[in-house]
């Protein structure tokens, strides 16, 4: 007898067994027989709940899309990098080179705090070592951006770096804003104040960009970081003295001051060339700039100048400028106005002298001397 193929379906697997008639009806032994039947190869596969066109059921982002979207985060660090670069290349030059920066009307300087003890970390410039900072954060930045880190350093880990810098950054921050509101209460520096806003900005785009389950491995060590910013700030300030506050709740009478330089006749003839033409020098008699400035006339020379003080009655909180300073728009200490244009700070004899229009003719050189 013929043995009967049955065929069975089971996660669709096709396959053929016999099934042997009962024993009472077999007269001979049994045998299996081999039906000559071929059956097609068919393929095999699972059935599951997802459908069978190949299709995901829920949308994914692509490769493309990932990437764009970690070069917009990237391009950000290097615009905001930037930016702080050039703050501080700024502040730099200030320091650098001794360039004043004016007083803001009613309160401290930007000059005042870059002078100040607080200024340096170890006899280091501090906007030497911020220039550097967020340079690092610029290239690394540019870097993780193209995905071509040097040295053959993972992307995680470049990730982690950048983390670990800008956390630095704000530590760093935080702890300066605490020594221009308490040890220099009194004095403004609005640089100051855009580089802490660059700082932490970087810093939250950094923990944006590190998942939770990674900071949760580095938290131990982010925090050590902070903490060793901060201590080693406190160890370099630990002899820094505050500057005299200048505003708030002290009061300073008028008190004129003396000038001891001696007067060159290139300088008494520039004065009188500044009075002739209508200059003016705008100051303060709390303004250690504008006394500067009177140093390099002289005390013959200052005399011949047009000075406008702007607190002829001395300050105290809530005095208001000069009328005739507030009119000219001044707000900071010197400002000159020469033909219209406005110089602000300590200026040279010799630029003073290019823009009044001043030169010493060898005709009238005697003349102009005496």
């Known amino acids: ?41 068919i393929p095999i596969k699972c059935s599951s709940s997802e459908p069978e066109n190949g299709e995901d059921s829920a949308p994914s982002l692509s490769t493309s899309e990932v990437s764009t979207a970690n070069s917009s985060t990237y391009n950000w660090y290097t615009v905001l990098g930037g930016i702080g670069m050039l703050n501080t290349a700024y502040l730099t030059y200030l ?16 000059g005042d705090v870059l002078n100040s003890d607080y200024a340096a970390v ?22 993780l951006g193209e995905e071509n880190l040097p040295f053959g350093i993972s992307k995680t880990n470049g ?18 804003l605490y020594i221009l509101s308490t040890k220099l209460s009194g004095s403004s520096c609005l640089y100051c104040l855009v580089s802490a806003f660059i700082s932490f900005s970087l810093f939250f785009l ?18 050590c970081l902070a903490i060793i910013v901060v201590a080693s700030l406190t160890a370099s ?16 009478p008028y008190f004129r001051t003396e000038i001891t330089s001696s007067s060159s006749p290139y300088a008494i003839a520039l004065a009188k060339h500044l009075n002739t033409i209508g200059a003016r020098m705008y100051g303060a008699f709390w303004c250690s ?30 005095t208001k400028i000069l009328k005739a300073c507030a009119d000219a728009g001044i707000e900071g200490f010197p400002t000159w106005i020469i ?24 005709a009238n050189e005697a003349s102009q001397l005496q």
Do not use: W
Not at 98 to 105: D, L, R, W
Not at 237 to 252: F, K, V
């Open 122 to 143: 170890f006899g280091v410039p501090l906007p030497v070592i911020g220039f550097v900072m967020y340079g690092l954060v610029t290239a690394l930045s540019a870097e």
């Open 159 to 176: 990730r982690f770096a950048l983390f670990g810098i800008t956390t630095a950054m704000a530590s760093a921050s935080a702890y300066f």
């Open 95 to 110: 320091k650098v080179t001794g360039s004043v920066a004016f007083c803001p009307i009613g309160g401290g300087t930007c």
């Open 206 to 223: 950094s923990l944006k960009d590190v998942k939770l389950q990674e900071i949760k491995q580095v938290v131990g060590l982010q925090i």
């Open 339 to 362: 033909n219209d244009q406005v110089l602000s700070g300590e200026i040279e004899l010799a630029q003073l002298a290019e823009m009044s229009g001043f030169s010493l003719d060898p």
């Open 289 to 318: 700039h504008c006394l500067e400035q009177k140093e390099m006339f002289g005390k013959e020379a200052a005399k011949q100048l047009n000075y406008v003080e702007c607190f002829p009655d001395g300050y105290k909180k809530g």
């Open 1 to 41: 007898m013929m043995a009967r193929f049955v065929s069975v379906s089971s996660c669709q697997f096709r396959f053929a067994f016999c099934e042997f008639p009962p024993p009472s009806l077999t007269p001979y032994p049994r045998r299996l027989e081999v039906s000559s039947r071929r059956f097609p190869a």
């Open 237 to 252: 300030y630990s002899t820094a003295q505050p500057i005299p506050s200048r505003s708030g709740d002290i009061e300073l």
